[in-house]
């Protein structure tokens, strides 16, 4: 059974530094490229971020180009979304996704939420 799941979320005043981490079980994660996707309430789900599955290549959205990194340890089975400068727009729960394009395959976690309050 795969199981992906995400840790690390909570609340943070603007400025502030997270680190999501989402730890991958039942599946040949080398294989598989990673990202991180956020949805905000009433706003449809957006990629943040991807990893390629020896992580030799990472993409952004613009939104977070420069503030966010994203990085993976396939010794542990794990990515990991480090969120520098964090504001309120960034806001949302965050979801780790598992991608084999190749054989049509996808993975979801549940989700952890990110909340960027004074």
């Known amino acids: 059974q795969v199981q992906l799941v995400e840790s690390g979320g909570g609340l943070v005043q603007p400025g502030g530094s997270l680190r999501l981490s989402c730890a991958a079980s039942?599946?040949?994660?080398?294989?598989?490229?990673m990202s991180w996707y956020r949805q905000a309430p009433g706003k449809a789900r957006e990629l943040v971020a991807t990893i390629t599955s020896t992580g030799s290549t990472t993409n952004y959205a613009g939104s977070v180009k420069g503030r966010f990194t994203i990085s993976r340890d396939n010794a542990k089975n794990t990515v990991y979304l480090q969120m520098n400068s964090l504001k309120p727009e960034d806001t949302a729960m965050y979801y780790c996704?598992?991608?084999?394009?190749?054989?049509?395959?996808?993975?979801w976690g549940q989700g952890t939420q990110v909340t960027v309050s004074s």
């Open positions: 996704n598992a991608d084999r394009s190749s054989l049509g395959i996808k993975f």
């Open positions: 039942g599946l040949a994660f080398t294989y598989f490229a």
